[in-house]
T-cell receptor
Framework: RKEVEQDPGPFNVPEGATVAFNCTYS??????FFWYRQDCRKEPKLLMS???SGNEDGRFTAQLNRASQYISLLIRDSKLSDSATYLC???????????FGKGTTLSVSS | EPEVTQTPSHQVTQMGQEVILRCVPI?????FYWYRQILGQKVEFLVS????????KSEIFDDQFSVERPDGSNFTLKIRSTKLEDSAMYFC?????????????FGPGTRLTVL
């Protein structure tokens, strides 16, 4: 089983839409969870950390279900600037390495 | 806002040559990392470095790779004898590992092309 799995997409949505991304991870010992975004040929940028109780940052909401080893990201009121690849990331068992999913591509159109 | 910087932005080398990729992590961070991303593939962990020693490495990080913190600001990745399959984007990252939360911040990357 792959360590971090994501639906690759692409997700093509109009401006203003709500879109949800899902992710599953295989290592139950993982302790830290994140969503990064990556623009084409750029570095991954930390979008938000994901906390056990779920957390929100503006239009972005992240949820974690440890029992199901499942992480989600909800984007409300999509903007053109949200177009990017969204990377689901968990830490390794040793706690230093980040393990990345392949990413889900979002394209927001006007 | 402090950021991780990397040089060069693009390096072209011949197979079998040695390359050194350079990074300046965020100044108050104590943990340093190298990752790579082959075109069209996912970001892969190479190595983490803390307190002047390697704390974790992946199976990709074999004997041809080494890391060093030669002074108080730079963090380098050396590839001793490059192979065609080493062509990738190499990202440096740094973090604090504060409170068990392992947030890492990435530099803009060095694109390595091995001919």
């Amino acid at each position: 089983r792959k360590e971090v799995e994501q639906d690759p997409g692409p997700f093509n949505v109009p401006e203003g839409a709500t879109v949800a991304f899902n992710c599953t991870y295989s290592n139950s010992a993982s302790q830290s969870f994140f969503w990064y975004r990556q623009d084409c040929r750029k570095e991954p940028k930390l979008l938000m950390s994901v906390y056990s109780s779920g957390n929100e940052d503006g239009r972005f909401t992240a949820q974690l279900n440890r029992a199901s080893q499942y992480i989600s990201l909800l984007i409300r009121d999509s903007k053109l600037s949200d177009s990017a690849t969204y990377l689901c990331v968990v830490n390794s068992q040793a706690g230093t390495a980040l393990i990345f999913g392949k990413g889900t591509t979002l394209s927001v159109s006007s | 806002e402090p950021e991780v910087t990397q040089t060069p932005s693009h390096q072209v080398t011949q197979m079998g040559q040695e390359v050194i990729l350079r990074c300046v992590p965020i100044s108050n961070h104590l943990y340093f990392y190298w990752y790579r991303q082959i075109l069209g593939q996912k970001v892969e962990f190479l190595v983490s470095f803390y307190n002047n020693e390697i704390s974790e490495k992946s199976e990709i990080f074999d004997d041809q790779f080494s890391v060093e913190r030669p002074d108080g600001s730079n963090f380098t990745l050396k590839i001793r004898s490059t192979k065609l399959e080493d062509s990738a984007m190499y990202f440096c990252a740094s973090g604090e590992l504060a409170g068990g939360l392992n947030e890492q911040f990435f530099g803009p990357g060095t694109r390595l092309t091995v001919l």
